[in-house]
């Protein structure tokens, strides 16, 4: 990691500690992801859903708002605050903000996946010998972060071309919705894919996690696109400059 990275990595993610809405973010994302696992318990009980599953379903879904909001101060934030152009002026190459800022956003995100596991740990508790090991949170983890890579760097692509904050968290939603839905029906129509199964690769790979299975194609993909959308971001602000 180059000194330029180094510094600009710690010093978001140090105001990122010291933020009264990064916490009040987080409170939002646990209730929310906690509300939705005690809902799920409820409808699923007697069904085939494993109890990780469900979990990691009830995080899955609130986690492209939370890396959305996270995301759109990047360098959205410095324009509405007045402050890019001297970002700009650093006699740096732009990749190397565009990473400090990245890593920094993504620890973020991850912290608070490891957070959301006290609802789990609560369920355990109240289970008693009876709880599933969390051990079994091992591969939903892992794609949850997956997951998170793939967003949190598609919400710095769009913080570095928005003007607005909130242009680049609307935009972070959207564009991964559509790309969703691409990825659907490329991996239907042109990958072989079986018409009898569900049409949703993420909805798949998610279950199959929640199984302990992740396949490497997952891998490569989420981090293939995740360095794709960084190297964008940090091209369209060299081209900009």
Not at 17 to 38: D, G, I, K, N, Q
Not at 100 to 116: D, E, I, M, T
Not at 133 to 157: E, I
């Amino acid at each position: 990691m180059s000194s330029a990275t180094r510094i600009t990595f710690q010093r978001e993610f140090g105001a990122s500690v010291f933020s009264p809405s990064r916490y009040a973010l987080f409170a939002c994302f646990f209730a929310f992801s906690s509300a939705l696992f005690s809902a799920a318990l409820h409808l699923a009980e007697g069904g085939f859903w494993t109890l990780e599953a469900i979990w990691m379903f009830s995080v899955a879904i609130p986690l492209p708002v939370v890396v959305s909001i996270v995301t759109m101060p990047m360098f959205a934030g410095e324009r509405a605050a007045g402050t890019y152009e001297s970002l700009t002026l650093l006699p740096i190459p732009m990749r190397r903000v565009v990473a400090g800022k990245f890593l920094a956003s993504f620890l973020s995100v991850c912290v608070g996946l490891l957070g959301a596991i006290v609802p789990w740990l609560l369920l355990c508790h109240a289970l008693g010998w009876r709880a599933p090991s969390s051990a079994l949170l091992a591969a939903p983890l892992a794609m949850l972060a997956l997951h998170a890579f793939s967003w949190t760097a598609l919400g710095t692509l769009f913080s570095a071309i928005a003007r607005r904050p909130w242009m680049a968290a609307s935009g972070t939603i959207l564009a991964g919705s559509l790309l969703m839905l691409v990825w659907a029906v490329f991996s239907r129509l042109y990958l072989g894919g079986n018409f009898s199964k569900t049409p949703f690769p993420i909805y798949s790979e998610l279950v199959d996690a929640a199984g302990g299975r992740i396949a490497l194609g997952s891998v490569v993909f989420h981090v293939s696109f995740g360095l794709w959308c960084l190297f964008t971001a940090a091209r369209s602000m060299e081209v900009r400059r």
